[in-house]
């Protein structure tokens, strides 16, 4: 008894291994390190909030301020009359950037599908590398201190971010077919944790002369990365005369298995139009529109999960080296460098899970059993000792069960969502579904950064990672009819293969 083609289990990196050429390496590595380095900017923010708070407020608060510059200017220039106030406006400004940076999204994936993804990632990348350097040295070197001010710079700042995430994912689908989607965008929205990393590095390593540097460091690579992916990028394999995306894949046996994971299973898997940067205009389809997107298939669903599961993984970006420093009085250059154990936990979290739901063709089992794990990891990490080798244990295993799902849903899921069957006709989708889903996860962030300010800053610690916990569990729930369909199939194919055997 023949299987049907969608239980032939095929090797989900054949295919991959078999088309991959050295146009696909570089595609691969500029889309990463262009994200790592709008990422590295942003976690520079995050790194030196401390220096930046003892900056703002007054010197009968602050032990360093005599020395850094005499009483009467350093006094005619603070902004907060406390820490508790400047910590506050820290977190508001976060929120403000994660509302521009959402709304931004929804805009930036419908003008990726339909300008050139290479021009809109270099213009957003130069243009924010010089809104840090406005926001974090440009200020300080001048001794301007103005609220206002840093709200407007850090609106312009997340508008323009937005063009990263839609625009390389979008990319990444032209070169990369359904073939290992799971293990090869595990591995590639490592770039997100990576850039973590790297702006903790290069933060760490500058701080001791001032704040400003780790800004200027950062927006330096990044504008220079910009540059790079200017003339470097080549958005699709048509630009170098290779076969459109799936072109060579419509007659091999391995098409069933390689299909995309919400697609239908007896539909036409022609890809011919999944090229989003064709230049030929006859046969290439109009884009999808905002509201069309919406009605996808899954995309309602993984949108609110995204925004529950974005808001946690977010607070540990934003707030992580806060909170060692603030909690346990480590110094801030340390806190740094630890946090770096939650990027190293999602890096191999989101590799391992993406190998995993391509082994079994199925998403939301394998979030699901990951956000279990990551209910009991946040609890764990909340009573956490003031020990640094053990805190950075079970930060790396919330990281794993926690920015696992996080960039398997923001980069996987969202290809798969973005390329369904019913995008058929319309296949410039995968931008502005991208974008659908990343900007309503930052929705959430945004939220949740202010309220985990006002959280800590009325109850403590211990009830923001009681929140963490209860956002985590919403995830869970939101999935659930994925999940309970996807378990269903599972176990459907499993009967038919018994009886085929």
């Known amino acids: 008894m023949a299987l049907p083609g969608s239980l032939r289990r095929q090797p989900a990196n054949r295919g991959l291994v078999s088309h991959c050429t050295h146009h696909h390496i570089v595609v691969f590595l500029l889309t990463f390190f262009s994200y790592s380095l709008l990422h590295a900017s942003r976690k520079t ?11 703002w407020t007054p010197s009968c608060l602050n032990s360093t301020a005599p ?40 805009v930036s994936g419908i003008v990726g599908d339909r300008l050139n993804l290479r021009w809109v990632l270099s213009f957003g990348m130069c243009s924010s590398a010089l809104v840090v350097f406005f926001f974090g040295t440009l200020t300080e070197w001048l001794h301007f201190y103005n609220k206002w001010f840093y709200c ?16 390389v994912v979008a990319v990444m689908g032209n070169w990369f077919g359904k073939a290992g989607r799971g293990f090869v965008f595990g591995l590639w929205s490592a770039c997100a944790s990576v850039g973590n990393i790297l702006g903790a590095f290069l933060a760490s390593c500058v701080l001791k002369y001032g704040y400003e540097y ?14 790079i992916v200017f003339f470097g990028l080549l958005t699709s394999p048509k630009e170098v005369g290779l076969p459109e995306l799936g072109a060579d894949e419509d007659d091999s046996v391995e098409e069933d298995a390689n299909r995309p994971l919400m ?31 919406c009605c996808l298939p899954g995309v309602v669903l993984y949108s609110l999960a995204y925004a529950c599961l974005k808001l946690v993984n977010y607070s540990f970006f934003f707030w992580l080296p806060f ?44 979030l699901a059993t990951s956000l279990l794990f990551a209910v009991g990891s946040l609890f ?10 053990i805190n950075a244990v079970i930060m790396a295993i919330t990281g794993f069960f926690i920015g696992g799902p996080s960039n398997m849903i923001s980069s996987a899921i969202s290809a798969d969502l973005g390329r369904q069957d019913l995008v058929k006709g319309s296949s410039e989708a995968l931008a502005t579904v991208t974008g659908i889903v990343d900007g309503t996860g930052s929705v959430g962030a945004a939220v949740g950064q202010y309220l985990v300010s006002l959280i800590q800053e009325n109850l403590g610690w211990m009830w923001v990672f009681y929140f963490f916990i209860l956002m985590t569990s919403s995830t869970i729930l939101f999935i659930s009819p994925l999940i309970v369909r996807e378990i269903k199939l599972l176990l459907h194919e499993r009967r038919l293969r018994m009886l085929a055997e």
């Not at 780790?214 to 540059?227: E, H, I, K, W």
């Not at 806190?335 to 391509?358: E, F």
């Open 263 to 293: 697609g239908n299973d007896d539909a036409d898997d022609d890809d011919r139009n999944y090229s989003i940067q064709a230049t030929d205009t006859d046969s290439q389809p109009k884009a999808i529109g905002f509201f069309q997107a």
């Open 152 to 167: 407007c710079l850090w609106v312009v700042n997340g508008l323009l971010q937005s063009t990263g995430w839609p625009c």
């Open 323 to 366: 909170y060692l420093s603030n909690n346990f009085g480590w110094k801030e250059a340390e806190a740094d460098q630890l946090s770096i154990w939650y990027d190293v936990g999602g890096i191999i979290g989101g590799t391992i899970q993406g190998l995993i739901s391509d082994v079994l063709q199925k998403r939301a089992p394998v």
């Open 67 to 106: 020395e850094l510059r005499p009483y009467e200017l350093w006094n005619s220039s603070h902004l907060f009359p406390n820490a508790e106030e400047a910590t506050l406006f820290l977190g508001t400004l976060d929120t403000i950037f994660l509302f521009s940076y959402a709304m931004g999204l929804f």
């Open 214 to 227: 780790a800004f200027l460091v950062t927006a330096s690579v990044q504008f220079a990365g910009g540059v």
């Open 45 to 55: 923010f995050s790194n030196v909030k401390v220096s930046i708070s003892s900056q």
């Open 380 to 389: 764990g990490y909340s009573r956490s000792p003031n020990s640094k080798p």
